[in-house]
Each structure stands twice: as structure tokens, then as C-alpha cells.
């Protein structure tokens, strides 16, 4: 089977930094999209950064200029920098990934999600 493990959450002032990591494992062939969603309490999940297996990137409008999304694609993991964090960016985020993993004798594409890491923006 094919697992989503994050790291990297915790609790920083209003305009510092963190950096989360999730790496995909498991019987993994190929990844296409990754990338990382965030959850506010009361909201709904909401994108926040996707990167393509080329090194394509796409931002919510919120996030454009203070992170920046990034892959390994021989390590299957994918990181997003925060910088200038706002107390607005408290949110469990998740790592999404597009896979392509070998179960038995069958190939197929599933869409996959990591556990959450908790990031709290506050003084």
C-alpha cells in the first residue's frame, strides 16, 4: 500500500518560517501532481500549492510570494517552504499526491492523502 507521512508542523510567531516534508512510500511506479492543502476550523480543505512532475507550480492567491513548493522525484517527497506566516495560515495542512502503484498483478492511479500536520500562526 501506498502512505502520505508529513512532518514539519508547530507553532510559530506572526512572520516566521517552517518548512513541511511529506514523502510518499509503499509500492509506488509513479507520482504525477503533489502537492499541499490546508483545513481552518470551520472551513473547508482549500489548495494552497501543486507542483507537477516537471517542476510546474501553481499557488493560491493567499500564499504567492511568502511560500514556495518543492519535489524530489527520486526521493518521492515534496516540501513547502513558509515564510512571512500570518496568523490567517493556522490550519492543519495535508499532502496530496497522484499515484500510480502496483497492487498485486494490477497497475492503477489513486489519489492520496497524508494524516495532516497542525501549523499554528500566533503571538
Known amino acids: 500500500q501506498v502512505q502520505l507521512v508529513e512532518s514539519g508542523g508547530g507553532l510559530v510567531q506572526p512572520g516566521g518560517s517552517l518548512r513541511l516534508s511529506c514523502a510518499a512510500s509503499?509500492?509506488?511506479?509513479?507520482?504525477?501532481?503533489m502537492g499541499w492543502y490546508r483545513q481552518a476550523p470551520g472551513k473547508e480543505r482549500a489548495l494552497v500549492a501543486t507542483?507537477?512532475?516537471?517542476?510546474?507550480?501553481n499557488y493560491a492567491d493567499c500564499v504567492k510570494g511568502r511560500f514556495a513548493i518543492s519535489r524530489d522525484n527520486a526521493k518521492n517527497t515534496v516540501d513547502l517552504q513558509m515564510n512571512s506566516l500570518k496568523p490567517e495560515d493556522t490550519a492543519i495542512y495535508y499532502c496530496?499526491?497522484?499515484?500510480?502503484?502496483?497492487?498485486?498483478?494490477?497497475?492503477?492511479?489513486?489519489?492520496?492523502w497524508g494524516q495532516g500536520t497542525q501549523v499554528t500562526v500566533s503571538s
Open positions: 509503499g509500492s509506488i511506479i509513479s507520482i504525477n501532481a
Open positions: 507542483i507537477t512532475s516537471g517542476g510546474s507550480t
Open positions: 496530496n499526491a497522484n499515484i500510480l502503484s502496483l497492487f498485486g498483478a494490477t497497475t492503477f492511479w489513486q489519489n492520496y
